[in-house]
């Protein structure tokens, strides 16, 4: 599938910003959530990130990382340990049958705080915690030991998202279109997302409204299926190199 030219844009202008640490944001699907995320490379995130997405997003600060390297860090999803836990506590089996219409299961994996917070809801804890998470992706992307149990301690107020093994193809929330995106740009595969939320009409911000926003910010905005065009694109040409 090629792209057109302003769609191709639209993510070239993404991936530019994701490499200077910038935010951009990411409209998932008419037919999904219908929502639009501030996304932001966790490595780079301070707290004014922080008070950005809280402030002009709104919904829950999360941080999505690449399969492989929940894999290393060794960060089960939520509902697998919900369902071991299960086995001793009787009265978790109820919450377990997954129903959401729009996906097929969560990505939610561990809340965690870093051991060098104090409450870990601070502008300043939160983005304590999401930069090193960023930074634990990092090392073990790269092949290196983390000790992931060593600096951070769960529950906590950050929470981490698994992407699906194959980013794109088997599920496309906004965990895997923020990874994708971080992979294609070369950066570090962990990417603190918020959702942009509307008060006056208590729902998610329309898509008229984020792409006002982002005009007015100066931030890129990409679709979903902009994002899962050129990452097919990315994979073949990746593909062909190792042929």
Not at 78 to 105: G, N, Q, T
Not at 131 to 155: C, Y
């Amino acid at each position: 599938m090629t792209l057109l030219l302003d769609e191709c844009a639209s993510v070239e202008d993404a991936l530019k910003a994701f490499r200077r640490g910038k935010p951009v944001l990411i409209y998932d699907f008419d037919d999904r959530e219908g929502e639009t995320d501030i996304a932001i490379p966790a490595i780079s995130v301070d707290r004014k990130a922080v008070a950005l997405m809280r402030k002009d997003g709104g919904g829950l600060i999360c941080v999505a990382i690449h399969p492989d390297a929940a894999d290393k860090l060794g960060l089960p999803f939520m509902h697998d340990v919900l369902e071991a836990a299960s086995e001793k506590i009787e009265s978790i089996k109820p919450l377990l049958p997954f129903d959401i219409r729009y996906d097929s299961r969560s990505s939610f994996s561990l809340w965690v705080n870093h051991r060098d917070t104090f409450t870990g809801i601070t502008d300043v804890d939160r983005a304590l915690t999401i930069k090193r998470i960023g930074e634990a992706v990092d090392s073990v992307m790269l092949g290196k030991e983390f000790d992931f149990g060593r600096e951070f301690r769960s529950p906590g107020h950050v929470a981490l998202l698994r992407a699906a093994k194959n980013l794109t193809y088997d599920r496309v929330g906004q965990t895997e279109l923020s990874v994708a995106l971080a992979q294609m740009a070369g950066i570090t595969p962990a990417v603190a997302i918020c959702e942009m939320l509307d008060e006056k009409t208590g729902k998610a911000l329309s898509k008229k409204d984020a792409i006002k926003y982002s005009e007015e910010k100066g931030f890129p905005f990409v679709e979903g299926r902009e994002v899962v065009s050129y990452y097919s694109e990315f994979k073949e040409i990746k593909a062909k190199l190792f042929i």
